[in-house]
């Protein structure tokens, strides 16, 4: 199957592995007899879809476009973990640069503080949340699309319509719309930065690292909104942001604003200045032939 009816297919297909899936667990939990909250339907709908998308994505990768399962970028071999790690340290620090700019510019201040017990249980519950979240569009963009686009058009182009599918996905999240320009663009900033580190490292370890410590730093810990959603419960800090939209991101959250720009263009900085000192030359090259 060439690479276009392959993209189709997983798109078809992840909706409704999913559907098949979350019914099971609905019917599991108790059916029509126990209503679920809106916040359990939403996790448990974010971590099947997760679920889904990694089930699709081997079984395609393994019997339909018939390449190596590890060319999708999670293979467990070399320093995947160190990457894994340094990945988490740039999504927290990069966090900390937006905040910090926000914070410099008095466009924010911490107003309180949450309590140790109530902070545990929080980023406890959020990991998962957000580790699920993280796999799934790493995986879908930076993984199975990225490489079939790769395969059929070539690396820059691939970089161009992953990023663009995935900031327009998120265009449906709350008061995206707010500052459409702006939101864009940071959701593009991030994705190519992603994009990037996967060249870079030859992996998807680095990217589902940083993917999973911004959005825990941006919400659970900074109190910012994450792409538009509000935390549902306290947060690590509480602030209140009273500085431009065009900077903060507004009700949007950072990646709307100069402050998230300000944060990936250090990122990159750093990100490039480890892949020319050679950092990453002993990651294993397990990409497929198109990819070399």
Request: hydrophobic content about 55%; aromatic content about 12%; overall charge positive.
């Amino acid at each position: 199957m060439r690479p276009l009816w392959r993209i189709i297919t997983f798109i078809i297909a992840v909706p409704i592995v999913s559907l098949v899936l979350w019914s099971l667990y609905f019917i599991a939990m108790g059916g029509l007899a126990r209503e679920p909250s809106f916040l359990s339907e939403e996790i448990s709908g974010e971590i099947v879809t997760a679920i889904s998308a990694l089930l699709v994505a081997l079984w395609l990768r393994r019997f339909v476009d018939r390449r190596s399962i590890a060319s999708l970028g999670f293979a467990p071999r070399g320093p995947w973990l160190r990457l894994l790690f340094l990945g988490l340290a740039f999504g927290a620090g990069m966090q900390g640069v937006a905040f910090a700019v926000e914070a410099l510019t008095k466009s924010t201040r911490i107003v309180g503080f949450g309590n140790v017990p109530s902070d545990a249980k929080i980023l406890a519950a959020a990991l998962g949340v957000f580790l699920a979240g993280a796999l799934l569009e790493e995986l879908s963009f930076r993984g199975y699309l990225f490489q079939n686009f790769w395969e059929a058009f070539g690396v820059v182009p691939a970089i161009v319509i992953t990023s663009l599918l995935f900031a327009g996905i998120h265009l449906y999240n709350p008061n995206a719309q707010s500052n459409v320009v702006q939101t864009l663009l940071g959701l593009l900033a991030y994705a190519v930065w992603a994009c990037c580190s996967v060249l870079w490292t030859r992996s998807l370890w680095l990217a589902l690292g940083a993917h999973l410590a911004w959005n825990l730093f941006e919400g659970p810990v900074f109190g910012f909104p994450v792409s538009g959603l509000v935390m549902p419960a306290p947060t690590v800090l509480a602030q209140s942001v009273s500085g431009p939209a065009w900077l903060t991101g507004g009700s949007f959250g950072p990646e709307a604003g100069v402050s998230s720009l300000v944060a990936l263009t250090v990122g990159f900085v750093l990100l490039r200045l480890l892949y020319v000192r050679g950092t990453f030359a002993n990651a294993p090259d397990v990409r497929e032939k198109y990819a070399r």
